[in-house]
């Protein structure tokens, strides 16, 4: 059983930034990859962005490419998302997941957190 605790969410105006962290315990190992969802309202849960603990690895969605980064701490089992220049459609419940299987399909992904919410004002 892996654990998944996110943090960071907040409210922030278009143009500013937010870091997001996601804590994991448990049954974690380093072979696990972690990931980083989001789901708007109304819309469908999609991939944002995918590493490997030791960082060597990392894709980003098309939406978010040059804008965000995900980065992972393996001593204090944490992955972080900086997020800058946000917009308002980048409104939403952000999740972290993890996968022993490097992937960007939410269906590979069998931990979730319970989400953090961030909100983009205009």
């Known amino acids: 059983q892996v654990q998944l605790v996110e943090s960071g969410g907040g409210l922030v105006q278009a143009g500013g930034s937010l870091r997001l962290s996601c804590a994991a315990s448990g049954r974690t190992s380093s072979n696990y990859f972690m990931g980083w969802f989001r789901q708007a309202p109304g819309k469908e849960r999609e991939f944002v962005a995918v590493?490997?603990?030791?960082?060597?690895?990392?894709i980003y969605a098309d939406s978010v490419k040059g804008r965000f980064t995900i980065s992972s701490d393996n001593a204090k089992n944490t992955v972080y998302l900086q997020m800058h220049s946000l917009k308002p459609e980048d409104t939403a419940v952000y999740y972290c997941a993890t996968t022993t299987r490097w992937s960007t399909s939410i269906t590979a992904y069998g931990y979730w957190g319970q989400g953090t919410q961030v909100t983009v004002s205009s």
């Open positions: 590493i490997n603990w030791y960082g060597a690895n990392i």
